[in-house]
């Protein structure tokens, strides 16, 4: 399916309070039927509930790698995160970035997911580039892709790092 892109993210919005709520940056839509092509806009740091974000996660399969039996774990992933990008389609969460930012050196990626019924649309695209400039330009954007994504992210453009290393959670 294709889509023309209308881009209304400002400056003014980035350098806005990192935590306000419900900017609309920007919205996908179809050319030429709107009844039948979906019209996805995308919000920055718009509430979510954790069962909305489990939803998502849910219909993404990211839910496998995550803790959504957990509704307070999921809540405090929520409640500390720094950046939330959202993809809307009629009033459905149909896509979600949750990243951890200084704002200025490093932002790291932990979630992204996009509904399997809207996937190959661009909307996981539209997401990390949304989160990166959100960050702000001085800011490397990190992530550890899940094993269904590895093949993923070099098609977006991201570049592979060698020297990664991490201690694993515990629980
Ligand atoms: C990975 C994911 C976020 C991609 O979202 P998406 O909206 O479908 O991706 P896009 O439409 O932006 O895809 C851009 C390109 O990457 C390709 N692509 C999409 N998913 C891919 C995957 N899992 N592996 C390899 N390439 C993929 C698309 O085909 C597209 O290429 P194209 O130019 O040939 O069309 C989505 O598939 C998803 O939620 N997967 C399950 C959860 C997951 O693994 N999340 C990542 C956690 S690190």
Same mark, same amino acid.
């Given at each position: ?44 740091? @718009?509430? &979510? !509930?954790?069962?909305? /974000?489990?939803?998502? $996660? ?5 839910? #496998? ?32 970035? @949750?990243? &951890? !930012?200084?704002?200025? /050196?490093?932002?790291? $990626? ?5 509904? #399997? ?55």
């Amino acid at each position: 399916m294709k889509f023309v892109q209308k881009y209304v993210f400002s400056e003014k919005m980035r350098l806005a309070q990192p935590r306000a709520h419900r900017v609309t940056v920007c919205s996908v839509r179809g050319p030429a039927n709107r009844d039948t092509t979906p019209m996805i806009t995308y919000e920055t740091n @718009r509430p &979510l !509930t954790a069962l909305d /974000f489990i939803g998502v $996660l849910n219909r993404s399969t990211l839910g #496998e790698r995550r803790p959504v039996h957990d509704v307070t774990r999921i809540q405090t992933m929520l409640d500390h995160a720094d950046l939330l990008v959202t993809a809307w389609c009629h009033g459905l969460l149909v896509g979600v970035s @949750r990243a &951890l !930012t200084d704002y200025s /050196f490093c932002c790291y $990626l932990s979630d992204l997911a996009v509904d #399997e019924g809207y996937q190959h649309r661009g909307i996981g695209k539209r997401l990390v580039e949304l989160t990166h400039e959100m960050a702000g330009p001085q800011t490397t954007l990190i992530l550890l892709a899940a094993p269904k994504a590895v093949g993923y992210y070099p098609k977006i453009g991201m570049q592979r790092h060698e020297a990664c290393y991490t201690f694993d959670r515990t629980e």
